[in-house]
């Protein structure tokens, strides 16, 4: 009898560590097994669709032909994590929010499997804000402004104006039209299929910016990248228009299959501050260009001790 006890007692301490476990990860309200819901609304034509995102928040968006914003969320409720849907006369705004926000939890393990899948008419202007998410945006024709702590956006055959800037931030662009003003701290931009129809820049501090035309550009292109590599692919499209190269005299590359009309240097403020003495210091610089027909458009590849590179 008290051995079988003491066995019944061993099994027992085996079992209970896995019960806590089960217990707190039900209370977190992180269990798959939790009800996936689902909402829907659809709208008249507005101006503008705003959406206001956090955490790991995915987001769907594309164009339709239906005269109307149709909205859907799916998502897993938890105490904390709420959304507001709001119609106003030009505007539609969507907006999540976080409920006694944990600063000791990782921002990223909010709103995880909440998904916005949105459908919008030609000429809507999208604009989103917040800490973070991950987007899709295919078939679409209008506005897209994004400002975000860090994002993940891939755009597919969209057409139209583009403006999107983050600390951290990876972007890929395929089979579209429009102006692109893209800047980043951190992150990688890759294009193809690209057709420069507006002013466009691409930037950033640290991530390789790659692009890859569909047609030669109509309008002035910047693409800079102070540490890494910034490179336009042309495809075989004519050249023309104005070519400026710029890189660190001392620690940046330049590339071209061309050959340069003009070679210089010149001095600018430092990109990197080691401290206070560092203030008003100047780098020297190499710029090269070429012309070939007219001055326009001007394409711009700068970089700072990466390389800067034009492919034929």
């Known amino acids: 009898m008290e051995t079988l006890k003491r066995t019944l007692l061993i099994k027992l301490l085996l079992i209970l560590p896995f019960t806590l476990i089960i217990q707190s990860y039900t209370e977190s309200g992180r269990l798959s097994s939790r009800e996936l819901k689902e909402e829907a609304w659809k709208f008249p034509v507005k101006d503008t669709l705003s959406l206001e995102t956090f955490g790991s928040t995915k987001v769907f968006i594309s164009g339709s032909s239906s005269g109307e914003i149709e909205i859907k969320l799916r ?12 119609e106003m006369q030009r505007t539609i705004y969507l907006k999540e929010n976080i409920l006694d926000y944990d ?59 583009i403006d999107m800037s983050s600390a951290v931030m990876n972007v890929q662009i395929y089979n579209s039209n429009g102006s692109f003003n893209i800047s980043s701290a951190v992150g990688s ?19 390789t910016i790659k692009i890859s035309l569909a047609r030669t550009s109509a309008a002035d292109l910047y693409v800079g990248s102070n540490l890494n590599k910034a490179q336009v692919r042309l495809n075989g499209h004519p050249v023309t228009g104005y070519f400026e190269f710029i890189a660190l005299a001392d620690g940046g590359k330049i590339i071209s299959p061309f050959k340069f009309d003009n070679e210089e240097t010149f001095q600018d403020d430092i990109k990197s501050y080691r401290d206070s003495s560092d203030f008003g210091k100047k780098s020297e610089y190499m710029k090269k260009s070429f012309k070939r027909g007219d001055s326009n458009p001007k394409i711009t590849l700068k970089t700072g001790t990466g390389i800067a590179k034009l492919i034929k």
Do not use: Q
């Open 189 to 207: 931009m890759r294009a193809t299929g690209l057709t420069i129809s507006g002013n466009s820049s691409f930037s950033s501090a640290i991530g």
């Open 75 to 86: 998502y897993i409720e938890r105490p904390d994590e709420i959304f507001e849907v709001k």
């Open 103 to 161: 600063r000791h939890r990782p921002t990223k393990s909010y709103f995880e499997k909440w998904t916005w899948i949105i459908k919008v008419p030609i000429g809507t202007f999208i604009k989103c804000n917040g800490s973070s998410g991950d987007f899709k945006v295919t078939g679409f024709n209008g506005s897209f402004k994004a400002v975000l702590g860090s994002g993940s956006f891939l755009f597919d055959n969209v057409e139209g104006k």
